[in-house]
């Protein structure tokens, strides 16, 4: 079976450029999380997707958004990029919201981002 | 909120040693608890869980009991090898499917 993907690897932007991730969730899942795992801020939870709508969102400001489609994929994208959004970015999935609120849920490798 | 700590500082040991790592909760009801690994150049892989207060979670040789007394849920791992090398983060679910993670610990296993 195969895993939570992402792409790409590595991302490497500029300032107030905008950056797009791109996430496939195991199958059979509905449920997408992404987190930023920033040097010294450890993982912090971004956004979470399940059934096509926004969940519930972290304390991260608007130019951070995302979606998820119809196949359960998701994209998240970073508007206006700063320094310090470079992170590494994982994504998470679980089979849904249907299963309670204590799935484990599985990462992926991540995209690593670096603005210059 | 809920929340995760974990001790502070990597966590260096001779090969056969024997593992913990201290991780603390605060929460509101019985979150499930979680402990991931997160090998270099990857992402973070889920090593255990419990989901209610005296479970034992366990895999590959680490075990971590549910402790509702002492709000713990401390990891141990009776005989590391070189393998083992990774970092090593607590969680919990905050409520509304989001995690809450430990700073993590940096564990290196000399030969």
């Known amino acids: 079976e195969a895993g939570v993907t992402q792409s790409p690897t590595h991302l490497i932007k500029t300032r107030g450029q905008q950056a797009t991730l791109r996430c496939s969730p195991i199958?059979?899942?509905?449920?997408v999380y992404w987190y930023q795992q920033a040097l010294g801020l450890g993982l912090q939870f971004l956004l979470w997707y399940d059934e096509g709508e926004e969940r519930n969102r972290g304390n991260f400001p608007p130019r951070f958004s995302g979606r998820q489609f119809p196949n359960y994929s998701s994209e998240l994208n970073v508007n206006a990029l700063e320094l310090e959004d470079s992170a590494l970015y994982l994504c998470a999935s679980s089979p849904g919201r249907s299963f309670g609120s204590n799935q484990p849920q599985h990462f992926g490798d991540g995209t690593r981002l670096s603005i210059l | 909120g809920n929340s995760v700590t974990q001790m502070e500082g990597p966590v260096t040991l001779s090969e056969e040693a024997f593992l913990t790592i201290n991780c603390t909760y605060t929460a509101t009801g019985y979150p499930s608890l979680f402990w991931y690994v997160q090998y270099p150049g990857e992402g973070l892989q889920l090593l255990l869980k419990a989901t209610k207060a005296d479970d034992k979670g366990s895999n590959k040789g680490f075990e971590a009991t549910y402790r509702k007394e002492t709000t713990s849920f401390h990891l141990e791992k009776g005989s590391v090898q070189v393998s083992d090398s990774a970092v090593y983060f607590c969680?919990?679910?905050?409520?509304?499917?989001?995690?809450?993670f430990g700073k993590g610990n940096q564990v290196v296993v000399i030969p």
């Open positions: 969680a919990l679910n905050r409520g509304n499917n989001r995690l809450a």
């Open positions: 199958s059979g899942h509905t449920s």
